[in-house]
């Protein structure tokens, strides 16, 4: 069974650009969550999509955005790039949403994808 | 403020002994939780989950669960260099701004040969 899968691995960009990441999740899976992943902050929530909707956002600017597609597959969006946004991007997919609860199934992490502003 | 604590560590223990990894939370609630495994500059990766009080053993893993002291840990038998990584504690917690599976900041696991 194939893993969750994240694209790029890496980008390089400079401040002001803009950046698309995509994440596919373990097949079956409807949830899937993105985190950022900074030495000093651990890994910290940016939002969860199940069946296509948000179903919650951490503490990010409005600069920070994504969608879900149809077949679960999500994207993350960040605009307006500023340096302090380097950092491993990871998406976690699982069976239930993170959020609401007792959920008893655990997130499954892809590589993530490191990026770095210049 | 709902939360999940983790001493960051670095945690050193000698290759053959007993690893030792705690973790408090705050919701009195919590049903659910999970110890990740992070290496350097790879993603977290999934090595025991728990939710009953008591112990649950995994080959050289054993999760330990103490609901009414909010409190779960991780053991690791026979520790080997190949078990130096950062652990994260994971806690399904209810309420609070961003609900849901929350992760502790991990702790920093090295194991000397």
């Known amino acids: 069974k194939a893993g969750v899968t994240q694209t790029p691995r890496y980008l390089i960009k400079t401040r002001g650009q803009q950046v698309t990441l995509s994440c596919s999740p373990i097949?079956?899976?409807?949830?899937v969550s993105w985190y950022q992943q900074t030495p000093g902050q651990g890994l910290q929530f940016l939002f969860e999509?199940?069946?296509?909707?948000?179903?919650n956002k951490g503490n990010f600017p409005g600069r920070f955005s994504g969608r879900q597609f149809s077949n679960s597959r999500s994207e993350m969006n960040v605009s307006t790039l500023e340096l302090g946004d380097s950092a491993l991007y990871l998406c976690a997919s699982s069976l239930t949403p993170r959020t609401g609860g007792n959920s008893n199934q655990p997130q499954h992490f892809g590589d993530g994808t490191r990026l770095s502003i210049l | 403020q709902k939360e999940v604590e983790q001493n960051s560590g670095p945690l050193s223990v000698p290759e053959g002994a007993i690893a030792s990894l705690n973790c408090t939370y705050s919701?009195?609630?919590?049903?659910?939780f999970f110890w990740y495994r992070q290496y350097s500059g790879k993603s977290p990766e999934l090595i025991m989950s728990i939710y009953s009080n008591g112990d649950k053993e995994d080959g050289r893993f054993t999760a330990q669960l103490n609901k009414a002291s909010q409190y779960v840990s991780l053991l690791i038998r026979d520790s080997q260099p190949s078990d130096s990584a950062t652990y994260l504690c994971a806690v399904n917690i209810r309420g609070g701004g961003a609900d849901g599976l929350t992760f502790g900041k991990g702790t920093h696991l090295i194991i000397q040969p």
């Open positions: 999509y199940f069946s296509e909707t948000q179903r």
């Open positions: 919701d009195r609630g919590s049903q659910s």
């Open positions: 097949s079956g899976h409807r949830s």
